[in-house]
């Protein structure tokens, strides 16, 4: 079984990479694919850096070069739903591209010839995140963040949810629009700026894919702040340790 793992970045991707051994690194159009042995598992690791078209773009040449078995998107996401808090994860059951909008009301969303609007992400995967996120959370997270970290992001039990995960080229930090997209979306938890392009690509080349991602901020008017910091001091830490807790229990 061979891996494929990508983040936007370079925070987020750090610790995994320090963590690979017998690497091969591979550069395509810019991007760093990292190919080795991460926690005993075959893996490709890359850095998509941020965005759709950057996403879609490291998906595509990610599975058409190195043929992962499955592909997982690992970062941050602005919490939107409002039983979502600074910490928790989410793992996206579904993915929807949020600023697709071809000018037809009741077809907002959908991906024109696709017909979809929700891409699935792959049921088996998505229960292995959220068994390796609890282990994390419950284990190793208070090793690997400080304290003072912890009571700064107000961070004391998080959560796993599953739920409906929103992609989009805009950093919500606006309420309004937090609310616009928490009225339109189904079921939606939180908005970040890859999920479903990767999503989509999976589709179509019939790879599963996974999308995690822990709340860095709440996309709304505070956003900005609280989000550099979160990312500098806790996100790169949630990344490895889910990783490493996935990847250990994969047979
Ligand atoms: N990633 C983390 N927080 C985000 C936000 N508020 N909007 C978009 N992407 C994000």
Redesign the pocket.
């Known amino acids: 079984m061979k891996y494929g793992i990508i983040c936007a970045m370079e925070e987020e991707i750090r610790l995994l990479l320090s963590d690979m051994t017998d690497c091969t690194v591979t550069e395509i159009a810019h991007r760093a694919f990292t190919h080795g042995t991460l926690y005993g598992k075959e893996v490709v690791l890359v850095q998509s850096r941020i965005g759709k078209v950057a996403s879609a773009s490291t998906a595509t040449t990610l599975i058409d070069r190195f043929a992962p078995d499955c592909v997982i998107f690992c970062?941050?996401?602005?919490g939107v739903a409002p039983s979502l808090h600074v910490g928790d994860v989410v793992i996206g059951d579904k993915l929807v591209q949020h600023d697709f909008d071809c000018g037809v009301p009741e077809r907002i969303f959908e991906i024109p010839l696709l017909g979809i609007k929700y891409f699935k992400t792959d049921a088996s995967l998505n229960q292995a995140l959220v068994n390796a996120v609890k282990n994390y959370i419950n284990d190793e997270m208070r090793n690997d963040i400080p304290d003072r970290y912890l009571k700064e992001f107000g961070i004391q039990s998080p959560a796993v949810h599953t739920g409906t995960i929103a992609s989009?080229d805009?950093?919500?930090?606006d309420n309004e629009k937090n609310q616009w997209l928490y009225t339109h979306v189904n079921d939606l938890a939180?908005?970040?700026?890859e999920g479903a392009a990767v999503a989509q690509v999976c589709y179509e080349f019939d790879v599963p894919c996974a999308v995690v991602?822990v709340i860095?901020?709440?996309?709304n008017d505070d956003?900005n702040v609280d989000?550099a910091r979160f990312v500098e001091e806790a996100a790169c830490h949630f990344t490895r340790g889910t990783m490493k807790a996935f990847l250990t229990a994969q047979k």
């Open positions: 970062g941050t996401a602005g989009g805009q950093f919500i930090c939180c908005v970040e700026m991602r860095s901020d709440s996309a956003s989000f």
